[in-house]
T-cell receptor, first 114, second 110 residues
Framework: EADIYQTPRYLVIGTGKKITLECSQT?????MYWYQQDPGMELHLIHY???????EKGDLSSESTVSRIRTEHFPLTLESARPSHTSQYLCASSEWDRGFEKLFFGSGTQLSVL | GQQVMQIPQYQHVQEGEDFTTYCNSSTTLSNIQWYKQRPGGHPVFLIQLVKSGEVKKQKRLTFQFGEAKKNSSLHITATQTTDVGTYFCADLTGANNLFFGTGTRLTVIP
C-alpha cells in the first residue's frame, strides 16, 4: 500500500474562508496530482506537478492554487471558499513501473462549504 | 477534447452473476489503466493494457484492449460482494496525465 496522506479527511467551513488541503507522500515520487470528484462521478484533474517548483493546471478549471516547495508536500489552497467548491479532493503521486506511470491515491478530503 | 465514456453507468447484479463494463474512446487510446474505487474510498490501480488486442487476467477479472485501441473492457466472473465499487478506465493524455472515464458503479446483491 502506498504512503500518501491527506488531511483533513473531512472539512466543513463557511463561505469566504481560506482553506488549505494537505497532501504528503513519503515515497519520493516526483509527480503529484490533485483530482476533484463529485459523488459517484468521474475524476477531474485540476493541478499537477512534475517536481519541486513545478505546478501546472489540469483539465478542469479550478479557483484553487497549489505549491510544491518540497518533493513530499503538495498542498492545495482555496483563498475564498464557496458552496460550488463542495466536492471530494483526491491527491495522488505516481511512479514508473515497468514502462508505465502508476498512480497512488490518498484517502481524499471531503470538503463541504456552507 | 478527449472523451472516454464507460457503459453502463450503473449495474446491479445478483451475487454470482457476471459483470462487464465497457470503456469507449472517440480517439485512439495510447494505453488503458483500470482502477477500482470502493464506496467512500479512493481509486486503487488494478492493471494496465498497452498492446492492441491484449487480454490480461487477475483471478476472476479479465481485462481486454480492443484491436483498434479505441475500447477496453473489464469482465468479472461470478461476482462477490467484495467486488462492489466504481470501476474507472483511464488513458494517458498528451501531457502524460491520466484522463479518467466516467466510471461504472457496480452493486452486488447478496
Amino acid at each position: 500500500e502506498a504512503d500518501i496522506y491527506q488531511t483533513p479527511r473531512y472539512l466543513v467551513i463557511g463561505t469566504g474562508k481560506k482553506i488549505t488541503l494537505e497532501c504528503s507522500q513519503t515515497m519520493g515520487h516526483d509527480k503529484m496530482y490533485w483530482y476533484q470528484q463529485d459523488p459517484g462521478m468521474e475524476l477531474h484533474l485540476i493541478h499537477y506537478s512534475y517536481g519541486v517548483n513545478s505546478t501546472e493546471k489540469g483539465d478542469l478549471s479550478s479557483e484553487s492554487t497549489v505549491s510544491r516547495i518540497r518533493t513530499e508536500h503538495f498542498p492545495l489552497t482555496l483563498e475564498s471558499a464557496r458552496p460550488s467548491h463542495t466536492s471530494q479532493y483526491l491527491c495522488a503521486s505516481s511512479e514508473w513501473d515497468r514502462g508505465f506511470e502508476k498512480l497512488f491515491f490518498g484517502s481524499g478530503t471531503q470538503l463541504s462549504v456552507l | 477534447g478527449q472523451q472516454v465514456m464507460q457503459i453502463p453507468q450503473y449495474q446491479h447484479v445478483q451475487e454470482g452473476e457476471d459483470f462487464t463494463t465497457y470503456c469507449n474512446s472517440s480517439t485512439t487510446l495510447s494505453n488503458i489503466q483500470w482502477y477500482k474505487q470502493r464506496p467512500g474510498g479512493h481509486p486503487v490501480f488494478l492493471i494496465q493494457l498497452v498492446k492492441s488486442g491484449e487480454v490480461k487476467k487477475q483471478k476472476r477479472l479479465t481485462f481486454q484492449f480492443g484491436e483498434a485501441k479505441k475500447n477496453s473492457s473489464l469482465h468479472i466472473t461470478a461476482t462477490q460482494t467484495t467486488d462492489v465499487g466504481t470501476y474507472f478506465c483511464a488513458d494517458l493524455t498528451g501531457a502524460n496525465n491520466l484522463f479518467f472515464g466516467t466510471g461504472t458503479r457496480l452493486t452486488v446483491i447478496p
